[in-house]
């Protein structure tokens, strides 16, 4: 008797359960089927259906719009350059005006969360436009789309980074950004609008991170929790506050800390802010 034959015996059998086990039942998403009607193996969602844990639209934290920015008019003045005949209505959230967002915080901010919004903002904003959000983070200095400054205002004439380059022949800084020379919001800016991004409503901040804008991608996977991104929101407000504060909004105790010579010690205090 063959001495292999045992173990071929052996392999034949394990050969019959492959073959078995790579040939189940189980369906992948949408493969044809015939159990079902629809003839996909994935039955499709009742309507209304949400997923766990997913915010519905008219929650407080999601209403970042005004009525009026969920439904633009199709009369503004500036569509008549573009549409003639009157009848494109921009689409929600379009930044047509600034009472389109709404201009409240959908809850209150205590100290945790401006702490919060810095973690955060540290992590997924400052790359690009900057710890203090002056728009001179790493990524565009190494190249790409500079963002507009949090800072300027309108009479502020290309003197922030966000509105500067050095041209490489002359060796001279110069605007940059010649669509919008002035460095105002650019959502704005391109209906029309002359915005700074300090005085828009916080509602389009909340929009920008949540959707994006431009050259910006949404960030709403980085940052899933709605609260979270109102708390960047605020972190962006207190950096803008902290760029224009003069002396006199400050507490009495960091005043003294001003008239103080540096040592060594206040430095180090100072780190922690
Ligand atoms: C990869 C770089 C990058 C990151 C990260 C980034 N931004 Fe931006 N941001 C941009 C650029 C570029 C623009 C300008 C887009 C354009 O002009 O097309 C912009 C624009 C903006 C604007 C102004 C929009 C306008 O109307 O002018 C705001 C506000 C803003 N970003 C906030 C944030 C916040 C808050 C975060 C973090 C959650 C963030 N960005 C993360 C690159 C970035």
Redesign the pocket.
């Known amino acids: 008797m063959n001495r292999y034959l045992p173990l071929f015996a052996v392999l034949a059998l394990f050969a019959g359960c492959q073959q078995k086990m790579a040939d189940q039942p189980a369906h992948r998403p949408y493969e044809e089927s015939s159990m079902f009607e629809h003839k996909q193996s994935l039955r499709p969602l009742e309507s209304g259906v949400i997923h766990r844990n997913q915010k519905l639209s008219d929650d407080a934290l999601l209403t970042w719009l005004t009525p009026a920015g969920k439904s633009i008019p199709a009369d503004a003045e500036w569509l008549k350059s573009v549409d003639p005949t009157g009848k494109t209505a921009p689409p929600p959230g379009a930044?047509t005006s600034n009472n389109n967002f709404v201009k409240e915080f959908p809850f209150e901010l205590h100290e945790e969360d401006f702490r919060r919004g810095q973690v955060?903002?540290n992590a997924?904003?400052?790359?690009?436009?900057g710890g203090a959000g002056h728009a001179n983070?790493k990524?565009?200095e190494r190249g790409?789309?500079?963002?507009?400054s949090?800072h300027t205002d309108v009479n502020a004439v290309a003197k922030d980074w966000s509105t500067l380059s050095i041209n490489k022949e002359t060796g001279k800084a110069e605007p940059s950004?010649t669509g919008?020379p002035r460095g105002?919001?650019?959502?704005?800016?391109r209906y029309g609008q002359e915005?700074t991004?300090k005085t828009?409503n916080v509602g389009?901040?909340f929009q920008?991170?949540t959707w994006?804008?431009?050259?910006?991608?949404s960030?709403d996977t980085?940052?899933p929790d709605a609260a979270d991104?109102w708390r960047?929101?605020g972190y962006?407000r207190a950096l803008q506050m902290s760029q224009a504060a003069s002396a006199a909004d400050l507490t009495d105790e960091l005043k003294k800390r001003l008239d103080q010579p540096k040592t060594a010690k206040t430095a180090k205090t100072g780190e922690k802010h």
Do not use: D, E, K
């Not at 105002?184 to 800016?189: A, D, N």
């Open positions: 930044p955060l903002y997924n904003c400052a790359l690009c436009h983070g990524i565009p790409f789309l500079r963002p507009p949090y950004y919008n105002t919001s650019r959502g704005f800016y915005q991004l828009v389009y901040i920008v991170i994006g804008y431009g050259g910006m991608a960030h980085q940052i991104r960047v929101v962006v």
